[in-house]
T-cell receptor, first 112, second 115 residues
Framework: KQEVTQIPAALSVPEGENLVLNCSFT??????LQWFRQDPGKGLTSLLL?????REQTSGRLNASLDKSSGRSTLYIAASQPGDSATYLC???????????FGGGTRLMVKP | NAGVTQTPKFRILKIGQSMTLQCAQD?????MYWYRQDPGMGLKLIYY???????DKGEVPNGYNVSRSTTEDFPLRLELAAPSQTSVYFC??????????????FGPGTRLTVL
């Protein structure tokens, strides 16, 4: 059974710092990996989706990398801003391809 | 487009009561999903549907029922509510399944408390 873990569970950084969020998964035979952002009291917004054949995806100040062989993905946020404060979740499809398995999320706070 | 809408936003139920959480999407998506999110945890799939008239169980289906009579709507029914069903419920939709490049779009959630 696929398990997805995100460490740390919470992170607080000063504004302007570059930071890395980690996501690990136990079954490396994934088809893709998605990173989501969740604001307090809101639903999830998809940030980046990396196909298994890709090594990384970029969107603005966000860069997500994928290393299937080691079962890891990282989300790099450059020049962090207070508006980046949110919970970030990663998710991968299960083997049957009928659902996403989510990590527990990393709650990020960027202090002005 | 309104995207994915959910009603109600908040609800308090007594143990043993029943209710239906409504979900609708206007993007003509075939796939729809119901998740629950417990505090500090990721999302767990309750039920999903690949099209009108077709539903299937997810990871945590016990205590819930769904129906999909139209492409747009995917209601979630709670029968005999229990405190363990206190959670935030999210509905999502996507054009194709999780193996594709299509992202899932999420509704704002329904916060349910069972006392």
């Amino acid at each position: 059974k696929q398990e997805v873990t995100q460490i740390p569970a919470a992170l607080s950084v000063p504004e302007g710092e570059n930071l890395v969020l980690n996501c690990s998964f136990t079954d490396s035979a994934i088809y893709n990996l998605q990173w989501f952002r969740q604001d307090p009291g809101k639903g999830l917004t998809s940030l980046l989706l990396i196909q298994s054949s890709q090594r990384e995806q970029t969107s603005g100040r966000l860069n997500a990398s994928l290393d299937k062989s080691s079962g890891r993905s990282t989300l790099y946020i450059a020049a962090s801003q207070p508006g980046d404060s949110a919970t970030y979740l990663c998710a991968v499809p299960n083997n049957a391809g009928n659902m996403l398995t989510f990590g527990g999320g990393t709650r990020l706070m960027v202090k002005p | 487009n309104a995207g994915v809408t959910q009603t109600p936003k908040f609800r308090i139920l007594k143990i043993g009561q029943s209710m239906t959480l409504q979900c609708a999407q206007d993007m003509n998506h075939n796939y729809m999903y119901w998740y629950r999110q417990d505090p500090g945890m990721g999302l767990k799939l309750i039920y999903y549907s690949v099209g009108a008239g077709i539903t299937d169980k997810g990871e945590v289906p016990n205590g819930y029922n769904v129906s999909r009579s139209t492409t747009e709507d995917f209601p979630l029914r709670l029968e005999l509510a229990a405190p363990s069903q206190t959670s935030v419920y999210f509905c999502a939709s996507s054009r194709t399944g999780v193996y594709s490049y299509n992202e899932q779009f999420f509704g704002p959630g329904t916060r349910l408390t069972v006392l």
